[in-house]
C-alpha cells in the first residue's frame, strides 16, 4: 500500500525557511503529478504546489514565488523549499498525487510564528 511519509516541518520564524520533504513508496511515483496540500486549523485542506512527472510546476496564488516544489524521481521524492514564510503558512503539510490520490500519511506541521 502507498503511503507518503512527511518530513521537515518546524517552528520558524516571520520571514525564515523550511524545507520539507516527501518520501512515496511504490515504482508508480515517477509518473504521477504531486502535490503539496496544507490544512490549517478550522479550515479545508489546499493544494498550495503541484508538479507533473516533466517536472512542470504549478502554485496557489498565496504562495507563488515564496514556495518552490521539485522532485527526485530516482528517490521517489518530492520535496517544498518555504521561504518568507508568513503567518498564515501556518498549518500541517501533506503531499498526495494530484490525481488518483492514496491514503493520506501523517502530515508535517509547520508553524511560523509573528
Known amino acids: 500500500q502507498v503511503q507518503p511519509v512527511e518530513s521537515g516541518g518546524g517552528l520558524v520564524q516571520a520571514g525564515g525557511s523550511l524545507r520539507l520533504s516527501c518520501a512515496i513508496s511504490?515504482?508508480?511515483?515517477?509518473?504521477?503529478?504531486m502535490g503539496w496540500y496544507r490544512q490549517a486549523p478550522g479550515k479545508q485542506r489546499e493544494l498550495v504546489a503541484r508538479?507533473?512527472?516533466?517536472?512542470?510546476?504549478n502554485y496557489a496564488d498565496s504562495v507563488k514565488g515564496r514556495f518552490t516544489i521539485s522532485r527526485d524521481n530516482a528517490k521517489n521524492t518530492v520535496y517544498l523549499q518555504m521561504n518568507s514564510l508568513k503567518p498564515e503558512d501556518t498549518a500541517i503539510y501533506y503531499c498526495?498525487?494530484?490525481?488518483?490520490?492514496?491514503?493520506w500519511g501523517q502530515g508535517t506541521q509547520v508553524t511560523v510564528s509573528s
Open positions: 498526495n498525487a494530484v490525481y488518483g490520490r492514496w491514503d
Open positions: 511504490g515504482m508508480i511515483f515517477s509518473i504521477k503529478e
Open positions: 508538479i507533473t512527472s516533466d517536472g512542470t510546476t
